[in-house]
């Protein structure tokens, strides 16, 4: 799948290359406080028993990830533009630059 594109060029301004060990962490501790919520419940207060929303064991807001921002094609390639001029010596390494980023931007 070497050609293969996003299909919304959208991504998260982070300072985090994944939020994979929190979601790790949160799920833990939301299983954790489901299953004493369960264990501590009676038999008749089951049928009552409401599971344990996300807020109350976890801050999306504590997170790596600082949400999310669209990138137009436009806007990517005005950005391979200056990345390439700013690295670039010569014209020819400036436009494989400039196709390099944009082709890592692109992809998946």
Known sequence: ??????????WGHCVCQSEKEEKKRWHSRWRSTERVALVSATPAGLDAHLPVQERQVSNVWKMGKDG????SARDMAAAAEIGANQKGR???ERAALKKRFL????GK
């Open 1 to 10: 799948m070497s050609n293969s594109r996003r299909k919304n060029p959208v």
């Open 68 to 71: 999310h921002s669209y990138h």
């Open 103 to 106: 082709k890592k931007w692109m």
């Open 90 to 92: 010569t014209p020819q």
